[in-house]
């Protein structure tokens, strides 16, 4: 009885030393993200897959999966056994309260013994990426002007004083002007139509992001002011989406992937044109961005083909204003857009302004 005790006993620590042994071995593990940007608060579907590609079992497999600040949950973490060519995939939703560029890098897998003795850590990359799109906003709700606009809030006005030519009819959405309702069509096709505008490509926007707050110094950054001027920014470029008006996108932020401060995105129209610009919105980070003055200058230099200039900022720098004047002087129409007034009228009366209604 005592030999077949100590034989169990052999089999069960040879069988141990396998399975720790080998564990690692033929074992994969796999971390997916089936979108690349969210909003703000939206459910993100992760699923993490384990798959033993060979003829030893796998008796106790723990997976602790990290996730960098503002996630809904710091870690996930689970436990499993693993069959011999098994493949266990775990799927659950996580959410990021914050906008910005937001990177998963880290899991942790622990691979214990069959008599759970001991364990053999590692770590396994997943140098996922999550973009949280800025906070969505009405544009119309959102900011108020200055001036002599006498309450004018219409983008269309910043374009081009009134429609070119009327070149068809499509179904009325609850966003357009009640004025614009093709009232004979209407009656004809027995719902509200409204009138299809053309602006032609000789009217295009160039949207000025300036992500600069204040002159280097030991004040904390700013961040709720720099994300409600992106999130404004981002207003404006679905408005000119929805108008059919082509736009391109020009900031002083730092640019991570070319590792240098500012980038550009070229008038467009479309779908993919917005997703992109919207992308960039979402990747702006807080940190080391150009001087805004020389943005300016530098967009006064290039001089596109676009007829009007929009400045989103968060607030207007003494330095700001002369390179603003110049840029007024270069552009048929300049549109200056702050979240805070501090010098906004200061500004040359041939620039339209406009301010948040936070701070109104």
Sequence with gaps: MIWYVLGLLALTLIINYLVLFFGYTDLTYSFGIENKDYEIGQEIEVSSVVENNKM???????????????FSVPKNIYSMFIMPFQRVRRKYKVSVNKRGCHRIELANLELGDFVGFRSEQRKMPISQKVVVLPKKVE??????????????????????DDPLITIGIREYTGNEPQRF???????????????????????????????????????AIEEELIDEAVSLARATLEEFESL?????????AYNEEADAKGFIHHTGLG????????HALGCIQFRNPGFFENTLRDV?????????AVIITPRILETYIEPLQLLAKAVPRTVVIAVEDENLEGLNSSIIKYRSKKNA
Excluded at 271 to 278: F, I, R, V
Aim: a positive charge; one cysteine or more; aromatic letters at 10%.
């Design 56 to 70: 030893l079992s796998v008796s106790f497999l723990k997976v602790e999966e990290h996730f960098p600040p503002h």
């Design 139 to 160: 544009l119309s709700e959102s900011i108020v002007p200055l001036g002599a606009l006498g309450g004018d809030l219409s983008v269309r006005r910043w374009i081009i």
């Design 181 to 219: 309702i093709h009232w004979p069509s209407s009656a004809k096709f027995g719902s509200l139509m409204v009138k299809k505008f053309d602006f032609t490509t000789d009217n295009s926007v160039l949207v000025i992001i300036n992500v600069e707050t204040m002159k280097p110094c030991w004040k």
């Design 244 to 252: 059919s008006i082509p736009y391109g996108l020009v900031t002083n």
């Design 271 to 278: 779908a993919a044109h917005l997703g992109t610009l919207l």
């Design 300 to 308: 006064r230099r290039m001089r596109g083909n676009y007829t009007t």
